[in-house]
């Protein structure tokens, strides 16, 4: 991994909070001058992985590489002036002007004199669009303006990374674009690294040169912008790419029981407002696929439904045991046709006469199936 241009190496980071794993095995990296958007779902630890990257957070095991060197063994001080760091909520102090909050930090750890920290301040101001507003106080300032203080004031001390943690998400929506504008210009100067925790997605895509999708503790998925919005290739990734809702259960041959299958579907199905055909065409093709299929040949199945924005529906079935692709079934006049084959043409029509999209693959150590039901239903031919 170690390359000229990498400059962050994240190796197997942990870190759990009260015994409850947050980040789990966490590797990625990140190459010098690159900016690298950070997505993905509530309590990922997205936070918590910048605030580890920057020692606000000890780690608990694993390792973090700056520049070849263990973070662990950096002066934390020269580490975060190496570092900077944005947060939502701005963190100015309220009893300095704005200029005073810029350079605070430049006078007492850089040593920089008056005359040349104000300078410096000035500059940075008029940089992030607020020439002028030097003797302003952060109550005097609207939200996106005190974040703009807040990044002049990382730059202030000339880091060669700053980290952004979502940072438009306390502000009012009228002031995100002038904020993401401030980011969008530094990203486009030489040099400098920027990690940035963001939910603002065609800003991620716009911005970055790679996309890290973090889920559950980890780096689930990393790319270029266009292959992780576009193209994503992991399931949950997917899922959070295209906003699907999804519900997942074991399905056990032994004790399956219809009715409570079919409970379940059904408070999927009111939550997102699908109408009673719809309801029973899902039913219907599920039962006919437990029953008349998947029990054929393993008596498991884990059974996802999801829901995208559009209202098309998302099954998978995945399950453990033989390779029995349906959708490869086909009949050949000059044999006779054996039970399992006629048991996947079958199946092969049932999901044909519902399913707009079908595949069947290996995904590790199951073979999933995975159709999706359009929102306007196919009518039986
Ligand atoms: N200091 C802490 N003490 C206890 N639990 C914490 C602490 N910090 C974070 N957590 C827990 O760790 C999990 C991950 O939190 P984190 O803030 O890193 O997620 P996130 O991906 O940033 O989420 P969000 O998008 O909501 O900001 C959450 O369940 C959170 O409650
Ligand atoms: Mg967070």
């Given amino acids: 991994m170690s390359s000229e241009k990498t400059m962050i190496v994240v190796e197997k980071l942990c870190k759990s909070f009260a015994g409850v794993p947050v980040l789990s095995n966490l590797d990625a990296s990140f190459n010098k001058g690159e900016i690298v958007s950070i997505i993905g779902p509530s309590g990922a630890g997205k936070s918590t992985f910048l605030r580890c990257l920057n020692l606000l957070e000890t780690p608990d095991s694993g390792r973090i590489l700056i520049d070849g060197v263990d973070s662990q063994e950096m002066d934390v001080r020269k580490l975060r002036m190496k570092m900077g760091m944005v947060f939502q909520q701005f963190n100015l102090f309220p009893h300095l002007s704005a200029l005073e909050n810029i350079t605070l930090a430049p006078r007492s750890l850089l040593k920089l004199s008056k005359a040349e920290a104000d300078e410096l301040g000035s500059e940075l101001l008029e940089k992030v669009g607020l020439a002028g507003k030097e003797w302003a106080f952060p109550k005097e300032l609207s939200g996106g303006q005190q974040q703009r203080v807040a990044i002049a004031r990382a730059l202030?001390?000339?880091?060669?990374?700053?980290?952004?943690?979502?940072?438009?998400?306390?502000?009012?929506?009228?002031?995100?674009?002038?904020?993401?504008?401030?980011?969008?210009?530094?990203?486009?100067?030489?040099?400098?690294?920027?990690?940035?925790?963001?939910?603002?997605?065609?800003?991620?895509?716009?911005?970055?040169?790679?996309?890290?999708?973090?889920?559950?503790?980890?780096?689930?998925?990393?790319?270029?912008?266009?292959?992780?919005?576009?193209?994503?290739?992991?399931?949950?990734?997917?899922?959070?790419?295209?906003?699907?809702?999804?519900?997942?259960?074991?399905?056990?041959?032994?004790?399956?029981?219809?009715?409570?299958?079919?409970?379940?579907?059904?408070?999927?199905?009111?939550?997102?407002?699908?109408?009673?055909?719809?309801?029973?065409?899902?039913?219907?093709?599920?039962?006919?696929?437990?029953?008349?299929?998947?029990?054929?040949?393993?008596?498991?199945?884990?059974?996802?439904?999801?829901?995208?924005?559009?209202?098309?529906?998302?099954?998978?079935?995945?399950?453990?045991?033989?390779?029995?692709?349906?959708?490869?079934?086909?009949?050949?006049?000059?044999?006779?046709?054996?039970?399992?084959?006629a048991v996947r043409l079958l199946t092969k029509s049932v999901i044909l006469n519902t399913s707009s999209r079908a595949t069947y693959t290996r995904q590790g150590d199951d073979y999933v199936l995975e159709l999706l039901i359009p929102r306007e239903q196919k009518r039986r031919a």
């Fill in 156 to 341: 202030a001390m000339k880091p060669e990374i700053i980290l952004f943690d979502e940072p438009t998400s306390a502000l009012d929506p009228t002031m995100v674009n002038e904020v993401l504008g401030v980011i969008r210009s530094l990203a486009y100067e030489d040099g400098m690294t920027m990690a940035i925790v963001t939910h603002e997605m065609r800003f991620a895509r716009d911005v970055s040169d790679q996309v890290f999708y973090m889920d559950q503790g980890v780096v689930y998925e990393s790319g270029a912008p266009e292959v992780i919005f576009e193209s994503p290739v992991r399931p949950r990734t997917r899922a959070f790419i295209r906003r699907v809702d999804t519900f997942s259960f074991d399905i056990f041959e032994d004790n399956f029981d219809f009715y409570r299958f079919d409970a379940k579907i059904d408070d999927f199905a009111m939550k997102h407002l699908l109408d009673h055909e719809r309801r029973e065409t899902l039913v219907d093709l599920c039962e006919n696929l437990f029953d008349n299929f998947f029990f054929m040949f393993t008596k498991r199945i884990s059974f996802t439904i999801g829901v995208t924005e559009e209202k098309d529906v998302e099954l998978r079935f995945a399950y453990k045991g033989e390779e029995v692709n349906p959708l490869t079934a086909d009949i050949n006049s000059d044999e006779p046709v054996d039970k399992f084959t």
